[in-house]
């Protein structure tokens, strides 16, 4: 079946940008996203892209994707601590609908 | 606008017994979709919920059932709960569900199986 993974955690300082990384093994996959969530909230989408593009800026957000090495990042420039959450990425296929395959989540500590 | 709204926020439930969750979609928003969030198992897809017809399904006992009502909101049922079934539910509604639509999360509904 589809397999979305991430590291487990993350530390950066506050200022500095942070990179999270997915691969995913669905070749069918059609969009990406990144959700964030903070404790004892639910998930929050970011920011999503569609398989035919290599990027997507959005403010301090950059999405970059290597389709062909099924590699995702999402790097957030100028890193707050307010940015301290998991991160998931999750993946979709045209012939899924609104069912969403999720990664473990990774765990940013901005260190102020 | 109003957000994707789940009742209640927490609940408490001893073995053996059923439950029920709602979910309340964003006003016009048709799909609505079920997951479950444990330490161990992450995030996992329970059910999709398309004008009230179950559109996909995920890889959970019979225990586990959901429908969708006219007007959006849905419902999930866990029945015979297990102490592995606390987790965070979360429920994500959006427009019509397809892979190129936005899913929006409410907060979820934390059930403790004791």
């Known amino acids: 079946g589809e397999d979305v993974e991430q590291s487990l955690f993350l530390s950066v300082r506050e200022g500095d940008s942070s990179v999270i990384n997915c691969t995913y093994t669905?070749?069918?996959?059609?969009?990406l996203y990144w959700y964030k969530q903070e404790p004892g909230a639910g998930l929050q989408l970011l920011t999503y892209?569609?398989?035919?593009?290599d990027m997507k800026q959005d403010q301090r957000l950059t999405v970059l994707l290597n389709k062909k090495d099924k590699h995702l990042s999402l790097r957030i420039a100028d890193t707050q601590t307010g940015d301290s959450a998991i991160y998931f990425c999750?993946?979709?296929?045209?012939?899924?609908?609104?069912?969403?395959?999720f990664g473990g989540g990774t765990r940013l500590m901005v260190k102020p | 606008k109003a957000g994707v709204t789940q009742t209640p926020r927490y609940l408490i439930k001893t073995r053996g017994q059923q439950v029920t969750l709602s979910c309340s979609p964003i006003?016009?928003?048709?799909?609505v979709s079920w997951y479950q969030q444990t330490p161990g198992q992450g995030l996992q897809f329970l059910f999709e919920?398309?004008?009230?017809?179950?559109?996909n399904k995920g890889n959970f006992p019979g225990r586990f059932s959901g429908r969708q009502f006219s007007n959006s909101r849905s419902e999930m049922n866990v029945s015979t709960l297990e102490l592995g079934d606390s987790a965070l539910y979360l429920c994500?509604?959006?427009?019509?569900?397809?892979?190129?639509?936005?899913?929006?999360f409410g907060q979820g509904t934390r059930l403790t199986v004791v």
């Open positions: 994500a509604s959006s427009w019509w569900g397809g892979a190129n639509t936005e899913a929006f």
């Open positions: 669905d070749s069918s996959s059609t969009y």
């Open positions: 892209i569609f398989s035919n593009m």
């Open positions: 999750a993946e979709s296929s045209d012939n899924a609908g609104n069912m969403l395959t």
């Open positions: 006003s016009g928003h048709r799909s």
């Open positions: 919920y398309f004008s009230e017809t179950q559109r």
